[in-house]
């Protein structure tokens, strides 16, 4: 069973009250939306979007997700198949309005990475996909590059510089340009389709000392493919200035990283929104005319409880900060 990460920080923070509107953008198995539809009835809603159809699909079945939801939430929550990207034209279409916080868990649930069949995981033999979803994918990614990008693809056809680029880039792996390079290497002989055979080129292209580190060394290999092929970092850079304008004021904003990537566009942005000026030091004056939007709540990162990680190793790099609108 998925556990969601921080919940207890997650409903303290976003001080539920009922008869409230909130939004889940990364809907998963639902607990974080299950949670904050038992505190915000009998009225308040939940607006639900999950670009992984499976996802959804099984967590509205009743017969087997834990949270029940077809019998328990029917009611108030609306369950939506689509990119958070979206967020401001999902709102105008549901005619979802009042929305008092707006929560984004960016992490993989443990269903996406053990039965999914994507190979988002090193530990299962799978094609290499990694898309969240095989139908729905980022629109502005799809527009973008016209293909339906898919891990496999990027192994096998992308030049060696530009796999090094996102090796560095999104999986900040030291050993990128030798991976790369070996990438290309073993593509030659064969075509590389799944995770073992991905792991096994990159156990091959890293010194031995490398695979003996509490972090395997193919963990920020995937996750940099996964980020590429998802195009989730600039996907998070676009919604995050939607939210705001979708929250009504006194609204919060709540978001859980697990990379720290996605953790530095979220506070860059929190601090960008919570200054009136935005102009270069250099300036002797104001000419931005930024107006401050956002109060900055948590000061500190809040990360997990030695209890949470013990119960959930997984909830280990999770980072969430909060904002509140003006």
């Known amino acids: 069973m998925h556990l969601p990460v921080l919940l207890n920080e997650v409903i303290e923070n976003l001080n539920i009250q009922p008869n409230q509107n909130f939004i889940d953008c990364t809907f998963g198995d639902g607990g974080h939306t299950a949670a904050i539809l038992k505190k915000n009835g009998p009225n308040g809603k939940v607006l639900g979007i999950e670009i992984d159809l499976e996802m959804a699909k ?21 369950l939506v198949k ?26 993989l649930s443990s269903r ?14 799978e094609p290499l996909d990694m898309r969240f979803n095989q139908e729905v994918q980022s629109a502005s990614w799809r ?13 096998n056809k992308w030049p060696q510089f530009k796999i090094e680029k996102i090796l560095k880039e999104y ?8 991976i790369a390079k070996k990438i290309i290497e073993e593509r030659k002989i064969k075509q590389i389709e799944t995770t073992f055979e991905l ?15 509490k972090i395997h060394p193919a963990t920020k290999v995937f996750q940099a ?66 107006q401050a939007s956002l109060k900055i709540i948590t000061k500190k990162v809040i990360t997990p409880t030695f209890e949470e990680i013990k119960n959930n190793p997984r909830s280990r790099s999770a980072k969430m900060r909060i904002a509140e609108k003006f």
């Open 82 to 107: 689509d990119s958070f990207v979206n967020l401001k034209e999902i709102v105008k279409r549901e005619n979802f309005g009042s929305v008092s916080g707006i929560l984004l868990d960016l992490g």
């Open 58 to 78: 099984f967590s509205m079945d009743s017969t087997s997700s834990p949270q029940a939801f077809n019998f328990q939430f029917s009611k108030r929550l609306i």
């Open 199 to 213: 792991k096994e080129i990159i156990k091959k292209a890293t010194p031995e000392w490398y695979n003996y580190l």
């Open 143 to 155: 527009i973008k590059f016209k293909i339906n990008l898919t891990a496999q693809e990027i192994i």
């Open 171 to 178: 999986g900040e792996e030291k050993f990128a340009g030798k």
């Open 225 to 290: 493919l996964r980020i590429a092929v998802n195009n989730e970092l600039e996907n998070l850079k676009q919604v995050l200035p939607q939210a705001i304008k979708i929250l009504e004021p006194k609204g919060k904003i709540c978001v859980i990283s697990f990379h720290s990537l996605e953790d530095r566009i979220v506070k860059q942005f929190f601090k960008q929104e919570s200054r009136n000026c935005v102009c270069p030091s250099e300036f002797p004056q104001c000419v931005c005319q930024h």
């Open 112 to 125: 996406q990475l053990e039965e999914s069949k994507r190979g988002f995981s090193f530990q299962k033999d």
